[in-house]
């Protein structure tokens, strides 16, 4: 079993940066593949960015590559999202969670889920 927390949301103007935080409970966070989803209202959850169990291997959605950087600290039981030029499409709430298989882009790829952060980007 893995909880998860996410922090670091917040209201942010266009162009401005956050950093996200989603901590991990018990001793097996570092077993999980690790992913960033979004969801704004009215839309389906879409996949953001994910990170392999050691930090080798970083996957993202073409909306936010160059942008946002996802990583990890095993030692922390911590998975980041580092954004940058945030923009109003940016606006959702976002979850981390913990891949149970090698779907790192879809939502059924993944075993647990944090209650969300809700980021607002203004123009």
């Known amino acids: 079993q893995v909880q998860l927390v996410e922090s670091g949301g917040g209201l942010v103007q266009a162009g401005g940066s956050l950093r996200l935080s989603c901590a991990a409970s018990g001793r097996t966070f570092s077993r999980y593949a690790m992913g960033w989803f979004r969801q704004a209202p009215g839309k389906d959850r879409e996949f953001v960015a994910a990170?392999?169990?050691?930090?080798?291997?970083?996957y993202y959605a073409d909306s936010v590559k160059g942008r946002f950087t996802i990583s990890r600290d095993n030692a922390k039981n911590t998975v980041y999202l580092q954004m940058n030029s945030l923009k109003p499409e940016d606006t959702a709430v976002y979850y981390c969670?913990?891949?149970?298989?090698?779907?790192?882009?879809?939502?059924?790829?993944?075993?647990?889920w944090g209650q969300g952060t809700q980021v607002t980007v203004s123009s």
């Open positions: 990170i392999l169990r050691t930090g080798g291997r970083t």
């Open positions: 969670a913990a891949a149970g298989s090698t779907n790192y882009s879809g939502t059924q790829g993944y075993d647990y």
